[in-house]
């Protein structure tokens, strides 16, 4: 809270006395629990684990509304303060927000960062964490991948893992804040979008998000941008490491990945064009690109409205979402590792349809995976589904209209942002209710749902 409070000093636009009160409460929180129990020790068990990985989200986000909650402009309910917040470190993208291009720098700066922080945590408890609780999509990777993916971590002990791919993400926050600022945006907004980039957040700092610049090259900054924060960070770390980039070449993940962006990429543009929505081919190409790659990752940026567009697109995007990014990422959905393996699943079924004697195997790489695998993975879609239909029918209930619904628990459980209807373009308008159902899909889409569904199991308060 102390960043935004410096940038109010810096830009003089008065905006930064809420951030220097909430620093001092959440001081004082901190150490009024902590100090009591400063000298307890004790290893922690898996079960504390699960809780503290779903604290880290609930108690950081609650708090992160506090100084949204003491704002003027804007002047925010609670149900709105929490929405937002949670929308942020959760790198989900869906606004409440209007009026962005008149608001102090210092709310557009915490907003940016809220995705950052938020972006770093799903890194380490993707990659380091979970793992270690024997549910982390990482597992995946144990079958036959190059370098040191194939490890639940990537360096024997978990500081160590953080440490490198704290390295790699702010460098390539940097890399990213130096390439937007080349390419035409100020400063500021360079850093800005930066961090929600990497972090494949969405806010931005214009209400036209990517389409304020108009800008071709920009465009293509945050596509490439996108597409790298979309991969597995542990392959970044195994081509630094090794300094080659035969870790992409050889992960079946990546390369699935990049076949899902070049066929979105195809079709809406050849839908553009058939339609007659863009004259100009290089424009249709520039649309169709920006925003296959920034909705299908779920980062949710838009350079137009995606939902004026015609015929099948619009709803293709939206189900794009539900892939995602790579595990280990900070894309959201249900990761491309996993929606692969339903695939290979269904095809090894229809095999032995044709032949019942045979023995048929599901590989990845060169590598049979255990059934336990497939079994983890058809659980987590099964669990996944039901969430989904659960929040839509409680949106619905709420007298939400169908495509709004839908499209709403689609954009927070895929961690995507926009949706379609009167979600479009924020979130305002929905009622407090359908809000706050939509801050829980938040967090199931962001924990991996197993994560956040073990709480709510009797066995698990069980001594």
């Not at 920034?294 to 015609?310: C, L, N």
């Not at 990422?329 to 249900?334: E, I, Y």
């Amino acid at each position: 809270m102390l960043p935004p409070a410096l940038v109010s000093a810096i830009y003089r636009d008065g905006g930064g006395v809420p951030f220097l009160l909430s620093f001092l409460f959440c001081l004082a929180a901190g150490v009024l629990t902590w100090y009591p129990n400063r000298n307890q020790k004790g290893d922690l068990r898996a079960r504390e684990g699960f809780l503290i990985v779903v604290l880290f989200w609930t108690v950081l986000a609650s708090f992160s509304a506090i100084p949204l909650l003491l704002l003027d402009a804007p002047n925010l309910s609670v149900t709105d303060a929490f929405f937002e917040s949670f929308s942020g470190l959760t790198t989900t993208g869906a606004t409440v927000l209007t009026g962005l291009d008149s608001m102090s720098h210092a709310v557009l700066f915490y907003r940016q960062q809220l995705q950052w922080l938020g972006g770093m945590g799903i890194i380490v408890l993707a990659v380091a964490v979970l793992p270690m609780l024997g549910i982390g999509g990482m597992q995946l990777y144990r079958a036959e991948t190059p370098g040191p993916v194939k490890d639940s971590k990537m360096t024997p002990r978990i500081a160590d893992t953080a440490k490198h791919l704290w390295y790699i993400y702010l460098s390539l926050t940097i890399l990213c804040g130096v390439a937007y600022w080349l390419a035409g945006m100020s400063a500021f907004d360079a850093i800005c979008h930066a961090f929600s980039t990497i972090a494949i957040g969405g806010f931005s700092t214009h209400d036209a998000s990517m389409g304020y610049f108009n800008s071709p090259a920009i465009n293509l900054v945050c596509v490439v941008f996108l597409i790298i924060a979309g991969v597995n960070f542990a392959l970044h770390y195994a081509a630094v490491q090794n300094r080659s980039f035969k870790s992409y070449i050889f992960d079946p993940e990546f390369k699935v990945f990049i076949s899902i962006q070049i066929v979105l990429t195809l079709v809406c543009f050849i839908v553009l064009m058939t339609e007659g929505t863009y004259s100009d081919a290089d424009r249709a190409l520039d649309q169709a690109l920006f925003q296959s790659v920034s909705i299908s990752t779920t980062a949710g940026f838009a350079t137009t409205s995606f939902a004026d567009w015609p015929t099948l697109l619009p709803i293709l995007l939206i189900f794009s979402s539900f892939i995602g990014g790579c595990a280990g990422s900070t894309g959201g959905g249900m990761k491309v590792i996993r929606v692969f393996l339903l695939y290979l699943q269904g095809v090894r079924e229809l095999n032995k349809l044709v032949h019942p004697k045979a023995i048929f195997s599901i590989k990845l790489g060169k590598k049979a995976l255990p059934p336990r695998v497939i079994e983890a993975v058809w659980g987590f879609f099964s669990a996944y589904a039901a969430v989904f239909v659960i929040c839509m029918l409680l949106l619905i209930a709420s007298g939400i209209d169908d495509i709004t619904a839908f499209t709403a628990v689609a954009a927070c459980l895929n961690n995507l942002g926009p949706g379609l209807g009167e979600v479009a373009s924020n979130f305002a308008s929905i009622n407090d209710f359908s809000k706050w159902v939509l801050i829980v899909a938040m967090l199931f889409g962001r924990l991996e749902i197993f994560t956040l569904l073990v709480l709510f199991t009797p066995a698990f308060w069980r001594s």
